[in-house]
């Protein structure tokens, strides 16, 4: 049975006016925002508590530029393959990818939930000379002005938020018809257990006790099943697979055991 190892609502949005203010409908976890507001000025600390995910970064980005250059029939060889395209990263965090990815000539949008993370991407952007749009919003918070955007980015967020099925939902609104959004996130098997958890918050203790609850981990199908049901196409997913002899990431076409990544696409409108 789909989600027998979670307990999921259905993600019902039918009672929502999407040309309304904000939805009566919230999708943060104020136990995982109280998490990361504890550790936010150690976004940019590549040695600190995020640094699974500054290792982790290049090939995530890689991943992203692949997909959307397909996707927007853009040159990723280009020095701005994005430029004009409107992107949101949801859950940004510190800033991590929204960095990187406005550099590459996107317009982006950063939202999270946790101020203190809000207040580090701003900082940093603003010492790094960049013009990021940073808001201290839930997703849901950007239907108020019915604000569209070509691609939406969420890495490492679904494990966090107490519905997934209602996020990706409130994601897919968020596109344009054709447009793409991005998800990583980690699978619920036992090597996941062994890896994520136990070997990096307590072994290792590159992340904090409790960062990460196994439960709630989705397994690439039922994303996949999420994914549809919240009206998007699934058109690829990979894994991003850790070498710990050379400390290094690559993406594996048919690891997805521990962390993985899907991209999906919002259908457009059939032609009359």
């Known amino acids: 049975m789909l989600y027998a190892k979670a307990e999921f609502s259905t993600g019902d949005l039918s009672h929502i006016n999407w040309t309304n203010a904000m939805p009566a ?3 943060a976890d104020s136990r ?9 000025d150690e976004w940019w600390d590549a ?24 996707e927007f029939e ?14 949101a990263d949801v859950g940004c965090g510190g800033g991590l990818v929204a960095e990187p990815v406005a ?34 919003i839930p997703v849901e918070r950007l239907l ?27 994601c897919g609104e968020l596109l344009k018809p054709g447009g793409a959004m991005i998800c ?21 203790k590159w992340l904090p006790k409790g960062t990460h609850e196994w439960t709630r981990f989705l397994k690439p199908d039922e994303l996949y099943a999420c994914i549809r049901e919240a009206g998007l196409e699934p058109i690829d997913r990979k894994g991003f697979v850790f ?18 990544v899907t991209t999906s696409r919002k259908p457009r409108p059939a032609a009359a």
């Open 184 to 204: 990583s996130t980690l699978n619920r098997t036992t090597k996941c257990f062994a890896l994520a958890i136990i070997g990096a918050e307590y072994i290792l």
């Open 243 to 260: 070498n710990p002899f050379r400390g290094s990431w690559k993406v594996s076409e048919t690891d997805l055991q521990v962390n993985y």
């Open 103 to 136: 550099r590459l000539g996107a317009l982006v949008t950063g939202i999270d939930a946790a101020e203190a993370n809000i207040r580090v991407a701003r900082e940093h952007a603003k010492q790094m000379g960049l013009e990021i749009d940073y808001r201290n």
């Open 25 to 27: 409908v919230n999708t």
């Open 144 to 170: 108020d002005d019915s604000e569209k955007f070509d691609a939406v980015l969420s890495l490492e967020v679904i494990e966090h938020v107490p519905d997934p099925l209602l996020f990706l939902k409130i």
């Open 47 to 70: 040695k600190g508590k995020f640094r699974p995910l500054h290792e982790l970064n290049p090939v995530r980005l890689d991943y992203i530029v692949a997909q959307l250059a397909v």
């Open 74 to 87: 853009r040159d990723s060889t280009a020095s701005m393959p994005f430029k004009d395209l409107r992107i």
């Open 32 to 40: 995982e925002i109280e998490n990361f507001e504890a550790i936010a």
